[in-house]
């Protein structure tokens, strides 16, 4: 997908590693993460990159689904000299229409800070926060 200025692809080879390990490394959700461990983490999941018409990567996100039932919606960013031209909703929009993500029973999130945006596409609290479990 393209505008005048940016591009999204899902195509691995497209994915920067290093842009993408940067930005985690100094991310509040993903402190403490390796190279290794992002590299992996790429591996099984469907990324989505976001990149200037020069080819370089100023955002990302990545799904990590069954395909058929569930999603999880992780490590999402602009760089902060691109944020506030619509980005973040562009690729939220990008993702949510992707064709082997449709039909999924449910989408789940995590955010300390970015309610409002998430809320926009239909993320909500949970209904029942007490029926979920995680293993930390």
Same mark, same amino acid.
């Given at each position: 997908?393209?505008?005048?200025?940016?591009?999204?692809?899902?195509?691995?080879?497209?994915?920067?590693?290093? !842009?993408?390990? !940067?930005?985690?490394?100094?991310?509040?959700?993903?402190?403490?993460?390796?190279?290794?461990?992002?590299?992996?983490?790429?591996?099984?999941?469907?990324?989505?990159?976001? @990149?200037?018409?020069?080819?370089?990567?100023?955002?990302?996100?990545?799904?990590?689904?069954?395909?058929?039932?569930?999603?999880?919606?992780?490590?999402?960013?602009?760089?902060?000299?691109?944020?506030?031209?619509?980005?973040?909703?562009?690729?939220?929009?990008?993702?949510?229409?992707?064709?082997?993500?449709?039909?999924?029973?449910?989408?789940?999130?995590?955010?300390?800070? !970015?309610?409002?945006?998430?809320?926009?596409?239909? @993320?909500?609290?949970?209904?029942?926060?007490?029926?979920?479990?995680?293993?930390?």
């Amino acid at each position: 997908m393209i505008n005048n200025y940016y591009t999204i692809s899902t195509e691995p080879h497209k994915m920067d590693v290093e !842009a993408i390990y !940067a930005y985690l490394s100094r991310s509040y959700w993903a402190e403490g993460r390796t190279k290794s461990t992002v590299e992996k983490s790429l591996q099984h999941s469907l990324n989505f990159g976001v @990149f200037t018409l020069e080819g370089s990567q100023i955002g990302f996100a990545r799904v990590i689904t069954d395909y058929a039932t569930f999603a999880y919606l992780a490590d999402v960013y602009i760089l902060e000299e691109h944020r506030g031209k619509g980005l973040r909703i562009w690729l939220m929009e990008t993702i949510l229409a992707h064709p082997d993500l449709q039909g999924l029973r449910r989408w789940s999130f995590a955010t300390r800070d !970015a309610h409002r945006l998430y809320a926009q596409f239909g @993320f909500t609290l949970l209904p029942k926060p007490e029926i979920w479990m995680q293993n930390v």
